[in-house]
């Protein structure tokens, strides 16, 4: 006859097993980088990349100015892209979807100094996308074909208690009421134990993987990690704040405080930006990466104590990031 306590503990690993299928448990002592994903995708351990790595940007196959669906030589309308716009249901559908922060609901720092983008369709600004999904909107950036790097409270309310994003939607460029290079949806999401898990913001970071290769069109940005003090860089924060619907914004600044896991910067910003890039134009042969580089992404805004109650902040790209971006951007 079987044992009634012994019954009880296997009846207890099995449900124990079945949580952390879901990507919701995190075992005491893990890796807060270890990655998960919305459908429960099998994923090995990223490769640890090195310095020389380079993660330089690509400016796309769309002559500067395009507008609405030239794939013509990307095949990316065949991937599911919807070169059109909206109709006036989808546009007042999307105006009236909060825009997502955290802290402060991400904040204006003495007087306001974003300037709007007018030109979405000029690169980088084309691959900045607005992301929306029942609830909310976000921003987030292209960094491969078919991959946009966010901020994990963009793809996950963060916490055991929390939940995947759901029906997520991608525009990059968009401006208004018009998606020049139409949208695609989400193949996937993904995020680490150190959110989904911990709600911890130092590891607030996530992608979109999408159903579609619209990058290849837009163009994506580099990555620039390194462990040395980023304090004193110059950056910009561009992307779609929610008191500016619909709408490109950018604020450029410098980086005022350099943590292990985050920066911290004045640059102006407002709930919807969440996941935005903070980056910075490298010339040609700089180390790293060149072009159009992500140093992090942007977060979270006043709060706390300093040095977070004076800045708007983001999650670093560390080498741990890095290396979790790109097998994101490798996966199927």
Same mark, same amino acid.
């Given at each position: 006859?079987t044992?009634?306590?012994?019954?009880?503990?296997?009846?207890?690993?099995?449900?124990?097993?079945?949580i952390?299928?879901?990507?919701?448990v995190?075992a005491?002592?893990?890796? %807060?980088?270890?990655?998960?994903?919305? =459908?429960?995708?099998?994923?090995?351990?990223?490769?640890?990349?090195?310095?020389?790595?380079?993660?330089?940007?690509?400016?796309?196959?769309?002559?500067?100015?395009t507008?609405l669906?030239?794939?013509?030589?990307?095949?990316?309308?065949?991937?599911?892209?919807?070169?059109?716009?909206d109709t006036?249901?989808?546009?007042?559908?999307?105006?009236r979807?909060?825009?997502?922060?955290?802290?402060s609901l991400e904040?204006?720092?003495?007087p306001?100094n974003?300037?709007?983008?007018? @030109?979405?369709?000029?690169?980088? /600004?084309?691959?900045?996308?607005?992301?929306t999904? =029942?609830?909310?909107?976000?921003?987030?950036?292209? /960094?491969?074909?078919?991959?946009?790097?966010?901020?994990?409270?963009?793809?996950?309310?963060?916490?055991?208690?929390?939940?995947?994003?759901?029906?997520?939607?991608?525009?990059?460029?968009?401006?208004g009421?018009?998606? %020049?290079?139409?949208?695609?949806?989400a193949?996937?999401? /993904?995020?680490?134990?150190?959110w989904?898990?911990?709600?911890?913001e130092? /590891?607030?970071?996530?992608v979109?993987?999408?159903n579609?290769?619209?990058?290849?069109?837009?163009?994506?940005?580099g990555?620039w990690?390194?462990?040395?003090?980023?304090? @004193?860089?110059?950056?910009t924060?561009?992307?779609?704040?929610?008191?500016k619907?619909?709408?490109?914004w950018?604020?450029?600044?410098?980086?005022?405080?350099?943590q292990?896991?985050?920066?911290?910067?004045?640059?102006?910003?407002a709930?919807?930006?969440?996941?935005?890039?903070?980056y910075?134009?490298?010339a040609a042969?700089?180390?790293?990466?060149?072009?159009y580089?992500g140093?992090?992404?942007?977060?979270?805004?006043?709060?706390g104590?300093?040095?977070h109650?004076?800045?708007?902040?983001a999650?670093?790209?560390t080498?741990?990031?890095?290396?979790?971006l790109?097998?994101?951007?490798?996966?199927?």
């Amino acid at each position: 006859m079987t044992d009634k306590k012994l019954s009880s503990s296997t009846v207890l690993a099995a449900a124990l097993l079945l949580i952390a299928g879901a990507g919701t448990v995190q075992a005491a002592g893990s890796n %807060p980088h270890q990655p998960v994903s919305s =459908d429960r995708q099998e994923l090995a351990a990223p490769e640890r990349l090195s310095a020389e790595v380079r993660m330089d940007s690509f400016e796309g196959f769309a002559p500067q100015g395009t507008l609405l669906g030239r794939f013509e030589d990307t095949g990316a309308a065949a991937d599911g892209a919807e070169p059109t716009l909206d109709t006036a249901a989808d546009f007042w559908e999307a105006m009236r979807l909060p825009g997502l922060g955290r802290g402060s609901l991400e904040s204006i720092i003495g007087p306001d100094n974003r300037i709007q983008v007018n @030109g979405t369709t000029s690169f980088p /600004y084309r691959a900045v996308a607005l992301i929306t999904f =029942d609830g909310g909107r976000c921003t987030g950036w292209f /960094y491969g074909p078919d991959v946009v790097a966010t901020a994990g409270h963009c793809v996950h309310s963060g916490g055991t208690g929390g939940a995947w994003k759901s029906n997520v939607r991608v525009y990059p460029g968009r401006n208004g009421g018009v998606s %020049p290079y139409g949208s695609c949806t989400a193949k996937r999401l /993904y995020s680490v134990t150190g959110w989904v898990t911990n709600n911890n913001e130092q /590891y607030d970071y996530g992608v979109v993987k999408l159903n579609c290769s619209l990058g290849n069109t837009v163009g994506w940005f580099g990555r620039w990690w390194q462990s040395a003090s980023l304090t @004193g860089i110059s950056q910009t924060v561009s992307g779609y704040p929610g008191d500016k619907p619909l709408t490109q914004w950018r604020s450029t600044g410098s980086i005022a405080v350099t943590q292990t896991r985050q920066v911290f910067y004045k640059n102006d910003t407002a709930a919807g930006q969440s996941g935005a890039p903070v980056y910075q134009n490298r010339a040609a042969g700089s180390s790293f990466c060149s072009g159009y580089c992500g140093m992090a992404i942007h977060t979270t805004g006043l709060h706390g104590g300093s040095p977070h109650s004076q800045n708007n902040h983001a999650t670093r790209i560390t080498q741990d990031v890095a290396n979790n971006l790109t097998a994101w951007r490798n996966a199927n």
